[in-house]
């Protein structure tokens, strides 16, 4: 124990002296809580937490938090979603559409950049072409791209290590996520539900960029499940894995969710629940199999994906330690299920809906009568399109046992339409969404960042935003929530309370989750809006 | 699978005065209203569900894409068939490489049907006499005709261009009811422009005035005086709408329907330059 103590010691120590150069090696990511002077994955770390350790801004000064400096892309971007790796001195950001850039993350200052020759014409149905981040392992940073490759580039240069493709854009497959690096593999998933691809998960060899593994998401006929498609089995789409996935080291159990069948509103072709659509899977990275699956929308029908980042945490539950993984649905529901099993221990909804009774005691939802998408007018049903939360990350405390999501309150009309999936093409024509919505105007919507108790989904509070909001939380050990709102303003919380603290107007919608970091021995958060990448500090 | 992204650039302008360049015969480009009157709306509405729906809405009000009223109007025809046809480079639009130049067509003609409400009616007063009652009603008080006149409410110079006899009699009648609709600002879905607030500070202080600007912490009412107050939200005791109200008086008992037809006829001649 003593000697454990004094190796972390010492890790830390190298650490905080900037002596390591570029090297995240698989065992630093497993302890990522342990150096919060960092941000190495995605999601904070392998549990997708999104909690920091950090306390040095906190209740009592965060008001005074101040630019440090901010970074521009050469060119103008659009749709900028770019969640950074900190590691070693160096961020790693991305630029829209694929572009990766290290900084310096003390001044900020470019010190490499990377963009691969994309196609003159990239398909991007159902998305926009942008990436949310990459991935560290090693000496080696990876990104997705709009056309559907993975790349590893040497994190010191940008030079590109390997580069292969995943899928094939022209059908409709791109990647906006990040890919999840682990022990000696690269896991990356694509989107393109829209397109009516079928939906796929990869495992590539982090050193060589060989494929290890693809889990199809959706069963053809013959193979397992392929009996919740009917006569749809024949060219069953959708289920596309287009955010980011979750690990847990111990269990050696990669969790990944699962966006909607195709098409979206037509679901004449496709009658039974649909598998593995909507669903969070829970596999095994060394072959690729599922262990379990959890479906929270049998037969989807309103584009609600379940591809929101779950969230891994231990907790007491009726006296009994549970290891249990967490996620608000796009669906309006709050799940709590046993990550060991996928059994479903609770399930309640955190936002408006008009579509479901409740979950049974399986989880399974009891569905209200006339809520399907109609013709002509179509039917109003809550949430909307863009469901109660969309992609943007939670986040979770284990100093406060709370869940942040940054959750929509809105409906939306929606429309069955005709739109059926074309055999034979030479591709997608467009949107294959058999369908449509009216969205309610502005006034009749809005956003709030809401603090559940993590293992019940109880509301402890909430802080409205104007409108709905495509912005992550952060929470941190100094009692704070960061989250960001459409209209531009970058905020603190009371983790606590949920009272506002401290808010900067960045000037234009935000649309990517914060994050903290330490140099120097002070603490940094940091976000993007428009075209700036903007770290904060105290003075 | 919603991946959600700016509002595009075009998408956000005035609706207003995206529709006036359809209905100014003189001041617009034939090339901006070529093609449109060979769409056949209906096909349009047919195509626009199939294709364009999921992320536009049914209604062409935005969804997770934006709000495309006016769109035409304000880009011209051409632009927007190269957008269908070639999509929009770094946003979600893709692109719809195998619609023929008549579907694209059809699909304009549907989305310039929205543009028809707001410009109806028909022109039935004397303008000369309506002028005589713009400068005798206070109208310049608050409105300003081509860099003359108050700067309450908002800009007339071109209104004859942006809306039609119906609407301008129904905003002197009751100027308050049907706010106008805009699709700047927020995510892609329509916010009420010149909506009333009625503001109370923690003393008790009561400020009251039309929304120009709002964020998740800041408000920014404009009262009838023409000042900007710009409020932190969370130090409010309150914040209500007041929708129905408007900061512009009713003209509906002040003026006889021959008035009023009078002073329309003067508005529909402002149609001057941008």
Known sequence: ?539 | MAFLASVFAFAAGHKGAAAAQQSAPAASAPSKSAGAASGDPARGKSLFEQNCSSCHGVDATGGEGPDLHGVPASLGDEAVVNIIKHGIRGTAMPMFFDLSDKEAADIIAFLRSFDASATAGTVKGDPKAGKALYESSGCSACHMIEGQGGSVGPELTRIGAMRGPTSLEDRLIDPGANLPQNGTGFYSSKWTEYLMFRAVEKNGHVIEGMRVGEDSFVIVLKDGSGKFHALWRPDLRSLAQEPGKSLMPSFKSALSPAQMDDLVAYLMTLKGAQ
């Open chain 1, 1 to 539: 124990m003593r000697m454990r103590q004094w190796i972390l010691a010492a890790l830390l120590a190298g650490a905080c002296a900037g002596s390591r150069a570029q090297d995240v090696p698989y065992q630093r990511i497993v302890r990522a809580d342990r150096e919060p002077q960092s941000w190495l994955t995605y999601g904070g770390n392998y549990q997708s937490q999104r909690f920091s350790r950090l306390a040095q801004v906190n209740r009592g000064n965060v008001a005074q938090l101040r630019v440090a400096w901010i970074y521009q892309p050469v060119r103008p971007v659009a749709n900028l979603e770019s969640v950074p790796i900190v590691a070693d001195g160096v961020m790693y950001i991305t630029e829209p559409p694929s572009t990766v850039t290290a900084l310096d993350v003390r001044t900020g200052l470019r010190l490499w950049s990377w963009s691969p020759v994309l196609p003159k014409h990239i398909v991007s149905i159902g998305l926009y072409a942008t990436s949310r981040g990459v991935a560290i392992l090693g000496h080696t940073v990876y990104i997705g791209t709009a056309d559907a490759h993975l790349v590893a580039l040497d994190a010191k240069t940008g030079a590109v290590r390997w580069n292969v493709p995943v899928a094939d854009n022209k059908m409709g497959y791109a990647i906006t996520g990040p890919p999840l690096a682990i022990n000696g593999k690269i896991l990356i998933g694509t989107g393109g539900s829209e397109a009516a691809v079928r939906g796929l998960l990869d495992a590539y060899d982090a050193k060589t960029g060989r494929r290890l593994w693809r889990l199809w998401t959706v069963p053809r006929v013959g193979e397992s499940g392929a009996d919740t498609w009917g006569p749809g089995a024949a060219q069953s789409a959708g289920g596309t894995t287009w955010n980011n996935g979750s690990y847990d080291p111990e269990l050696n159990l990669v969790y990944w969710g699962t966006g909607n069948p195709a098409p979206d509103f037509n679901d004449d072709d496709r009658p039974g629940d649909n598998l593995y659509t909507c669903s969070l899977l829970a596999i095994d990275p060394d072959t690729g199999k599922m262990k379990w699956y959890f479906q929270f929308s049998p037969h989807e029908n309103h584009d609600w994906d379940s591809a929101e980042p779950p969230v891994l945490l231990d907790a007491v539950i009726a006296g009994k330690p549970r290891k249990l993984v967490v996620l608000a649905n796009r669906n309006a529901f709050y799940y709590v299920l046993d990550r060991l099993t996928g059994k479903f221990i609770t399930g309640v909804p955190f936002a408006r809906e008009t579509w479901a009774k409740g979950l049974d005691a399986n989880g399974r939802p009891i569905l209200e009568p006339n809520q399907q998408p109609t013709l002509g007018a179509g039917t109003l049903v809550y949430p909307s399109i863009t469901g109660a939360v969309d992609w943007s990350s939670p986040s979770y405390s284990p100093i406060t046992g709370l869940f942040y999501v940054s959750t929509h309150e809105t409906g939306a009309y929606y429309i069955k339409g005709t739109g059926k999936i074309e055999q034979g093409g030479q591709g997608p024509r467009g949107i294959v969404g058999g369908g449509g919505i009216r969205a309610l105007a502005g006034e009749q919507s809005y956003g709030a960042i809401r603090a559940l108790e993590a293992t019940t989904g109880k509301r402890k509070w909430q802080f409205r935003l104007l409108s709905p909001a495509w912005v992550g939380t952060l929470a941190t050990a100094g009692g704070l929530v960061f989250s960001g709102s459409d209209e531009g303003n970058f905020f603190a919380l009371d983790a606590e309370t949920g009272k506002p603290l401290w808010n900067f107007y960045m000037g234009h919608e935000i649309r990517s989750n914060p994050i903290t970091y330490e140099l120097d021995g002070k603490q940094y958060v940091f976000e993007t809006a428009g075209n700036a990448y903007v770290a904060f500090t105290l003075p």
